[in-house]
């Protein structure tokens, strides 16, 4: 058992007793079924299906594998097209619940509403966007937004191939270049914050909707660098190398007091409001996961949510029903 599945483990049975010691009506958030003595959910099961970015997947599976505990017959399942990919899903009425890494845009919000789909947007956690590189690269361990904007800029296409373009005290060591792909929320926060226009990029880059493909290809080659969610960073501590941004590392603190500027981000679910009021199962999940957004934030490895952020998603589904 590792060390996340521990931590897993030993918060499921802390949620199950309180779920049992709370239990006096017998009603659960699953609304209708009952919770059992181990606080198990009695009554309560079916499909909670969630698609979307792959940087709110690792937060949305730890939500599902924790409310196995107390659901062990709701099954969850969550796959990762990206969060533009998850939209379209979403929007078509194929989900419940769609994992994104930015807001929602005017034109998936027209496409819900052409197919009548009313949602909730829900802050899960916080993120931070990591610059990464690998761990024998000693020069480029603190870039400027400027320098970023050079090696990410589209009119650097063919132009930026070598270290010292971007700074002539860098070595004379060819750029490769790894992220995020275009159907990916990363994606479009990261060329938004950086080259000042959103899908603003250089195309001779390798992109992928996996971020674990970005890991391995800037762990593999000295002269690399990529753009992913912080908590990959933390996952792989040792293979990668998070460069600081103007000076400030990325870090939980950083993100949360706003200093890590500008690639700190919220993370989102949005939840399809008629499988909230009409699916048991559905309900009972999404409660789960804003109670448990904290500890569910830490085992994931992304910065929980401020006092501030968890009220306002207790107020947006208690405004459902």
């Given at each position: 058992m590792n060390k996340t599945t521990a931590k897993l483990a030993a918060l499921a049975a802390i949620t199950a007793a309180a779920l049992a010691l709370s239990a006096c009506g017998g009603q659960s958030a699953g609304g209708g079924a009952t919770t059992n003595p181990d606080g198990s959910s009695s009554g309560l099961s079916g499909p909670v299906v969630a698609d979307g970015s792959s940087t709110v997947e690792p937060l949305t599976s730890a939500a599902a594998d924790l409310f196995k505990e107390v659901g062990p017959d709701v099954n969850v399942t969550v796959a990762t097209s990206g969060t533009g990919g998850g939209f379209q899903s979403f929007c078509a009425g194929e989900?419940?619940?769609?994992?994104?890494?930015?807001?929602?845009?005017?034109?998936?919000?027209?496409?819900?509403?052409?197919?009548?789909?009313?949602?909730?947007?829900?802050v899960a956690a916080n993120d931070g966007l990591s610059v990464i590189i690998n761990p024998e690269n000693d020069w480029a361990t603190d870039l400027t937004v400027e320098q970023l904007a050079t090696i990410w800029g589209p009119d650097s296409e063919g132009e930026i191939t070598n270290w010292n373009q971007v700074d002539p005290n860098f070595p004379d060591q060819p750029i490769t270049l790894f992220g995020a792909g275009t159907d990916s929320g990363t994606f479009d926060y990261f060329t938004a914050a950086i080259n000042g226009e959103e899908g603003a990029i250089r195309t001779d880059y390798s992109p992928s909707e996996d971020d674990n493909i970005t890991v391995q290809g800037v762990a593999g080659d000295v002269g690399a660098i990529g753009f992913l969610g912080l908590s990959y960073v933390e996952e792989n501590e040792g293979v990668i190398v998070a460069a600081s941004v103007d000076g400030v590392s990325p870090s939980t603190e950083t993100v949360q007091d706003g200093t890590y500027t500008p690639l700190s981000r919220p993370l989102f679910i949005y939840v399809n409001n008629a499988s909230y009021t009409d699916k048991a199962q559905v309900k009972a999940f999404v409660d789960f996961y804003v109670e448990n957004s904290l500890d569910i934030a830490e085992l994931a490895l992304f910065v929980p949510l401020t006092d501030e952020q968890v009220t306002t998603a207790q107020e947006e589904l208690a405004s459902l029903g």
């Open positions: 989900t419940d619940i769609s994992n994104a890494s930015r807001a929602i845009e005017d034109d998936e919000i027209a496409a819900c509403e052409a197919e009548g789909i009313e949602f909730t947007e829900i």
